[in-house]
């Protein structure tokens, strides 16, 4: 069996590096916004509500994603 045959493909990401890692961009952009509101937001929920409210505004592309995905994809 080939690797054109196999029905999974497991690719290893750098576990902590942005300019490999499209998680690891995504991640590194959500930061700012969450250090902003770090006043605001007092307690765990709060910061998980502020964390996904930017993510469901999050609209961004990467060269990153053509690395892993042949059409980009939103994220």
């Known amino acids: ?3 054109v045959d196999w029905k999974v ?13 499209p998680t690891e961009e995504v991640w590194r952009k959500s930061k700012t916004p969450l250090r902003k509101q770090f006043a605001l937001n007092k ?3 709060q910061v998980k509500r502020c964390f996904s ?3 469901k ?3 961004f592309t990467s ?3 053509s690395w ?8």
Do not use: D, G, S, V
Not at 9 to 21: D, G, H, K, L, S
């Open 68 to 75: 892993y995905w042949p059409t980009e994809q939103m994220i």
């Open 57 to 59: 505004a999050l609209q």
């Open 43 to 45: 307690t765990f929920a």
């Open 9 to 21: 493909t497991c690719m290893r990401f750098a576990p902590t590096a942005p300019e490999q890692n």
């Open 1 to 3: 069996m080939t690797e």
């Open 53 to 55: 409210t930017f993510l």
């Open 63 to 65: 060269t990153k994603l």
